[in-house]
Structure formats: C-alpha cells, structure tokens
C-alpha cells in the first residue's frame, strides 16, 4: 500500500483576533475549497507578507482558524522575503521570525510565527496499525520516477480524523518531480558511508539497492 501525496503551496492559518484585524470587526473566512484532512479548507481571504527584503502577495489563508497566527513557506520564499524561518513541526513556533501581514481592512506585525514546515505523513489510526507506525515517529519514504529520491526526517502524525496524506512544500515537490496525487512508498534506510541498504516495508520483502548516485 503506498502513500499519496499532497503538495502545499504556501499559505496562512489566522488566529481570529489576526483575522478581525485585517478583515475587519466579525470577519469570518469563507470556504473556497475542501482540503484533504477532514474539516480543513482553503479559504476565500488572501493576505499579503511583507518582509524585510520583498513582499509576496494573495497568500492563501486556510480554515478553520487557529489558536496562533501560523505562516508556513519555502526556502526560496524566505529568501524572497528576507527571512530565515527554521524548519519546524506545525504549531512549534517559539523563536521563529515574524513579518508584516496586510489584508483589505488592516495590518499587523506579526513577531514570530513564520516557518517551513517539516514533511509529515497524517496517518488515521487505522492507517497507523498498517503501516507499523507512531505519532511522532520519523519514518522515510521513497518516490520514483526519473528524480526518484528518498525523503528522510518525515514526521507520522496519527489521528482518528486524519486522511492518509504526505504533505511536501513546493521546493521538496520540485526537486522530486511529485505532484499531488502522486504515491510515496513507506521504507526503512540502515545508516550508510557512501552505500545504502533500503529495505523495504512491504509484503515482507528485502531488497537491496548498492548502486547509489553521490
């Protein structure tokens, strides 16, 4: 069984002070289009980011809102903007940067809040006892294709309400050649110097990769 993926574009989850500010006093978003992940959705509303050395515009917000104002963007944003966001689980937001958001009816200084966010697969609990894994657990997937790659450092998040799904920035997205609707395989990558051994989590089987491009 693989995995599909899902590629996020870069977007914004407003807390609902932060969306009374820049849409005005009762703003509430309004649904564009239903997500993957029951219940979530992008939204109508747009902002704008400001940073010290660019701005980039009609970023999307998604549904619901959110306890915390959360920015989530590439590398090739961030250099975009001036900025320096770390790679961060969702919701980890202590120390990151912040900028400066506008909307149609006001804008704000955001101080911290802005991060790429680190590649994780949502697994329903049920999706979890198949696949053998944890919340929180790192696990590494394989692509294929002709940028066949490995992504390691991908984080399991499990749920009841979650929808199998591996979420990838565009600049990930890019360099793998994956677009949404694509499937990843779940393996298993041994410590290496210069050779690999994959094996690989399904029906059992083991195979072995020695050939490997530095």
Known sequence: MNIPVGVSARHIHLSQADLETLFG??????????????????????????????????VRVLGPVRPHTQVEISQTDAHKLGINPPVRESGQLEGTPGLTLVGPSGSLQLL?????????VHFSEEDAREFDVENGEEIALRTTG???????????????????????????????????????????????QGNENI??????????????VS
């Open 112 to 120: 911290e809040g802005v991060i790429v966010a680190m590649r994780h």
């Open 146 to 192: 002709d940028r066949g790659m490995i992504f390691e450092r991908v984080i399991a998040r499990v749920s009841p309400s979650y929808k199998l799904d591996f979420h990838i920035d565009t600049d990930e997205a890019n360099a793998s050649g994956l677009h949404t609707g694509d499937e990843v395989e779940l393996v298993e990558v041994d410590d290496f």
């Open 199 to 212: 094996r690989v989590t399904m029906d059992d089987a083991v195979e072995t990769h020695p050939d490997v």
């Open 25 to 58: 006093r009762g703003a509430e978003l309004h649904v564009r289009k239903e997500l993957s992940q029951p219940g979530q959705f992008a939204a109508e509303e747009t902002v704008h980011l400001h940073g010290p050395r660019g701005m980039i515009e009609n």
